[in-house]
């Protein structure tokens, strides 16, 4: 895509990182700031892998699974600043962010049939006034051409300290080495995967959240658009 057709389109603000770095609760709360779209593809992932199990597709039959993709019956429904996700008319906001289904996702997003089924969809998203796209390639492939990318780190032990924090909320216990090995284990699929490894983009701004408050990360972020010219000045 040329310069000038991407100036034609809106603007894009990509934050790609391993899971528990916090790119979730940024990307939503910086969409809300600003007003832009949403976009978690993460959540598309999730959802192909649940859709999969309730259809008995195997999570190694790469092109039933392309298809499972290619139909989902999905909608995102914003709720008093949260994001719920409807799956076949059924709730699932809560189901896709299980360890269970988070690792089936990972095995899925390591497909290329699967990444190609979903590429449409997630571009689909790209609408005035601008769109905040959280994932692992979404600066490296879905929007290259984004005029601003961040790839959000943090160490494996604050984000396994993370997600117990989470998950202990949710009323549930979990163990802290196991969830480190859990995600240790689910970055080294997704760095060593063949088809859009997680990495950063090479014009990306790595940002390590492992000691900044959420606030602190959202004020960034912000001024980092405000630089790039793709807000008004204050």
């Not at 879905?142 to 993370?162: G, Q, Y």
């Not at 405000?226 to 008004?232: A, E, F, H, M, V």
């Amino acid at each position: 895509m040329s310069d000038s057709q991407a100036s034609l389109q809106a603007p894009v603000l990509t934050i790609d990182g391993p899971g528990g770095a916090g790119k979730g609760t940024i990307s939503r709360l910086v969409a809300e700031r600003l007003g832009w779209h949403l976009l978690d593809s993460g959540a598309l992932y999730r959802l192909t892998a649940l859709a999969a199990g309730k259809h008995d597709v195997s999570l190694d039959d790469e092109a039933s699974l392309a298809e499972v993709a290619r139909h989902l019956e999905v909608v995102f429904v914003a709720e008093g600043g949260t994001t719920r996700v409807m799956l076949e008319g059924s709730d699932a906001t809560t189901t896709i962010r299980t360890e269970q289904v988070g690792d089936a996702a990972s095995r899925v997003a390591a497909l290329p049939g699967v990444r190609e089924a979903l590429l449409s969809r997630q571009r689909d998203f790209r609408q005035f006034p601008g769109l905040v796209a959280d994932g692992r390639d979404m600066g490296t492939v879905v929007f290259a051409d984004a005029p601003l990318k961040i790839f959000l780190t943090a160490s494996a032990e604050e984000r396994a300290h993370r997600r117990q924090a989470q998950l202990r909320e949710a009323g549930v216990d979990a163990s802290l080495s196991s969830l480190l090995k859990e995600i240790q284990a689910r970055d080294a699929r997704d760095m060593q995967r063949s088809v859009a490894p997680l990495k950063p983009a090479e014009d990306a701004i790595t940002l390590d959240t492992t000691r900044l408050t959420i606030p602190e990360v959202v004020d960034r972020l912000t001024e980092l658009l405000t630089q790039r010219g793709l807000l008004p000045d204050a």
